[in-house]
C-alpha cells in the first residue's frame, strides 16, 4: 500500500510560477524513483521529469527542460516540481509517480511507475 498526494495547483497568469508537492506514505520513500507526469483533456498522459534515489540525478522532458525544476526531501517523504514561465500550454492535470523497483533510467514512460498520485489541476490563463 503506497499513497500519493499532490498538491500546491491551481490558477496562474502566463509567466507566472507555481511549486507542487507530492507527499509519500506507506513505503521507503528514498528507494524509489520518482516522477511528474501531466496530462491535458483529450491527450495521453506525458512524461515531465524524474528524479533518482538519493536526488542527485534529475532528467526532463524537452518541453519543460529549463523551466521546470524537480526535488525531493527523503527526511519529509517529499518529491517538489517547481514551474517557472508557465504557460498556457502547461495547463493539465500534474500527476506524481514513484517508480518500480527495477527500471531503466531514466524512467520517462508511464510503465515504468507503481503507483500515481490522485493528481492535481494547474490552468495557466493567458
Known amino acids: 500500500q503506497v499513497q500519493l498526494v499532490e498538491s500546491g495547483g491551481g490558477l496562474v497568469q502566463a509567466g507566472g510560477s507555481l511549486r507542487l508537492s507530492c507527499a509519500a506514505s506507506?513505503?521507503?520513500?528514498?528507494?524509489?524513483?520518482m516522477g511528474w507526469f501531466r496530462q491535458a483533456p483529450g491527450k495521453e498522459r506525458e512524461f515531465l521529469a524524474c528524479?533518482?534515489?538519493?536526488?542527485?540525478?534529475?532528467y526532463y522532458a524537452d518541453s519543460v527542460k529549463g523551466r521546470f525544476t524537480i526535488s525531493r526531501d527523503n527526511a519529509k517523504n517529499t518529491v517538489y516540481l517547481q514551474m517557472n514561465s508557465l504557460k498556457p500550454e502547461d495547463t493539465a492535470v500534474y500527476y506524481c509517480?514513484?517508480?518500480?523497483?527495477?527500471?531503466?533510467?531514466?524512467?520517462?514512460?508511464?510503465?515504468?511507475?507503481?503507483?500515481w498520485g490522485q493528481g492535481t489541476q494547474v490552468t495557466v490563463s493567458s
Open positions: 506507506g513505503r521507503t520513500f528514498s528507494s524509489v524513483v
Open positions: 528524479v533518482s534515489r538519493s536526488g542527485d540525478n534529475t
Open positions: 509517480a514513484a517508480g518500480r523497483s527495477y527500471g531503466t533510467w531514466p524512467y520517462s514512460h508511464p510503465y515504468e511507475y507503481a503507483y
